[in-house]
């Protein structure tokens, strides 16, 4: 079964282009899926209507093999929008209570404890929100989306609240959940984080799909950068690899040292060091060139897709 399943949604409002132009997705159960694009391209407006908060001017919609219609799907959905606040005279342990009754369905004391616990809010239950760093309150707005333990998880900017370290545990805390089944629906504009986390993503810009797929696929196209840090590099070698391999690029510093600069579909890496190695180079360091990721992006938008 799919998670979601969307067939030209549009959101077109009194005046201006459509904030999502027919927008056709699919997620698959069980992924993080990441929606990518610039400030106004129509993220936020797509989460809303997946999650029924925005009803779509045309389009249809199918969550977790409901119409998105239908309250059902609503029940087995975790929710955390970009803007929210929670009355600051509540607690944590009661901000987490009142949201379960919105589902209408029970939180005992230990589900409550558990979640805060897996937001990074252990012990902290009892103290109200109004005493908590906007970092906090970002993770009490993911524990209140991960009540109920629902089947797919709407997340517009999760983390854009919390420090290094809040990243990383929440991104953690998906892969967690994914583990555990769980369909991931991320709306981020973090290059970093979405590269790590997701399984496929969507590029939307002025309101339209420009690409949906892999994101290794759309980036290297099978073919990836990678940096090699090498010494003891001679000519000759240096000859011999650009001869059998294209487009390599080799930065020559002090004492034969060097760093090469190649694109490669990721099973040929392992020849490479091993034609270095026999060429008498020694290699001592390769990583993948990241930059691609946000070059790749902003080639696609800003364009006129129409």
Same mark, same amino acid.
């Given at each position: 079964m799919k998670a979601i399943q969307t067939l030209g949604l549009t959101k077109q409002y009194r005046r201006g282009e459509p904030a999502c132009?027919?927008?056709s997705l699919t997620v698959n159960q069980g992924e993080i899926f990441g929606l990518l694009g610039p400030n106004g391209a129509g993220?936020?407006?797509?989460?809303?209507?997946? @999650?029924?908060? =925005?009803a779509p001017s045309a389009?249809? $919609?199918?969550?977790?093999?409901?119409?998105? +219609? &239908?309250?059902?799907?609503?029940? *087995?959905?975790? %929710?955390?929008?970009?803007?929210?606040? %929670?009355?600051?005279?509540l607690t944590a342990e009661e901000v987490l209570t009142f949201h379960a009754g919105l589902l209408r369905t029970r939180i005992g004391a230990d589900d409550r404890d558990q979640l805060l616990a897996r937001v990074g809010l252990e012990g902290r239950g009892r103290e109200r929100v109004r005493a908590f760093s906007k970092g906090m309150q970002q993770r009490l707005g993911l $524990? =209140? @989306?991960?009540?109920?333990k629902p089947a797919l998880v709407l997340l517009d900017e999760p983390t854009s609240a919390l420090d290094p370290i809040g990243r990383f545990e929440v991104g953690r805390l998906l892969q967690d959940l994914k583990r555990e089944g769980t369909t991931i629906f991320l709306n981020s504009h973090l290059l970093s984080d979405v590269e790590k986390l997701c399984d496929s993503v969507a590029l939307i810009d002025k309101g339209r799909v =420009? %690409? *949906?797929?892999?994101? +290794?696929? $759309?980036?290297?196209?099978g073919v990836r950068r990678y940096r090699l840090q090498v010494d003891q590099l001679t000519a000759e070698a240096a000859r011999a690899v650009q001869a059998s391999i294209p487009h390599v690029v080799i930065q020559w510093g002090d004492g034969g040292r060097a760093e090469i600069g190649v694109g490669l579909m990721r099973p040929e890496l392992p020849g490479l060091v091993a *034609?270095? /190695?026999?060429?008498? @180079?020694? /290699? %001592? &360091?390769v990583e993948?060139?990241?930059?691609?990721? &946000? &070059?790749?992006?902003?080639?696609? /938008?800003? +364009?006129?897709?129409?």
């Open positions: 132009d027919h927008i993220k936020s407006t797509l989460v809303k209507m997946l @999650a029924g908060l =925005v389009g249809t $919609a199918r969550v977790l093999g409901f119409s998105f +219609k &239908e309250l059902v799907p609503r029940r *087995q959905m975790g %929710y955390l929008p970009e803007l929210f606040r %929670y009355p600051p005279w $524990a =209140v @989306a991960l009540v109920g =420009v %690409y *949906q797929g892999s994101l +290794k696929d $759309a980036i290297y196209g *034609q270095l /190695v026999s060429l008498g @180079a020694r /290699v %001592y &360091e993948p060139d990241h930059s691609s990721l &946000e &070059e790749w992006f902003l080639s696609r /938008v800003g +364009k006129d897709t129409r």
